[in-house]
């Protein structure tokens, strides 16, 4: 009986130690493998760029140490409320409607 136990709270540990780990990994990326964040011109939003490319007309680079790497980080949050304008200026996003 002293064995069940043991296995059964072993194995309550590793599953929850499973699940913590993990948790963290799940998280979205921003991008797929090979490609990098790009924001729009004054606006919200974003797109995805292969390495080795410059961003397309009206998209730029975000600035280095804001760039949002997992959906719902730190900087993805950020940058649902600011916008780079053309001259690279960040600045809190217009207000809608």
Known sequence: MR???RAAALAAV??????TLTA???QDAVC????????????TGGACVPKGEEPP??????????VPEKVGDT???YW??????????VRKAPADG
Do not use: L, N
């Open 3 to 5: 064995h069940v136990r």
């Open 80 to 89: 649902e409320t600011h916008v780079i304008d053309r001259d690279g200026t």
């Open 24 to 26: 963290c990994s799940m």
């Open 75 to 77: 900087w993805d949050q």
């Open 57 to 66: 007309k009206g998209y730029v680079r975000y600035p280095e140490g804001k």
């Open 14 to 19: 590793a599953a929850t130690a499973f699940g």
């Open 32 to 43: 797929g493998g090979g490609e990098y964040p790009v924001a729009p011109v004054g606006s």
